[in-house]
């Protein structure tokens, strides 16, 4: 079956980076979007940005200019780069692929401390 699996999570102070990385396998197709979602404590699930298979990048605006997508097409691998983290950017963070059905991961937590 398809798995998604996400790695680089964890604590870091305000104004620190973080990477984490996303790696899709199996019988998936041909993949039109990876992307990724976070989801705060007590909060819904939000959308944080994505790379399609036309290589156009979508941001949330609260990550845009601090955080960059980006895309291994040939290995079915995502990355997303975290900047200048806020404590507001806290929450698990789930990758997402996209290929006719959506597929998740099962999240990896990020934490910013002030």
């Known amino acids: 079956q398809v798995q998604v699996v996400e790695s680089g999570g964890g604590l870091v102070q305000a104004g620190g980076s973080l990477r984490l990385s996303c790696a899709v396998s199996g019988p998936i197709g041909s993949i039109a979007a990876m992307g990724w979602y976070r989801q705060a404590p007590g909060k819904q699930r939000e959308f944080v940005g994505r790379?399609?298979?036309?290589?156009?990048?979508k941001y949330a605006d609260s990550v845009k200019g601090r955080f960059t997508a980006s895309r291994d097409y040939a290995k079915d691998t995502a990355s997303l780069q975290m900047n200048s983290l806020k404590p507001e950017d806290t929450g698990v963070y789930y990758c997402h692929a996209y290929s006719g059905r959506d597929c998740w991961g099962q999240g990896t937590q990020v934490t910013v401390s002030s």
């Open positions: 790379v399609t298979s036309g290589g156009a990048i």
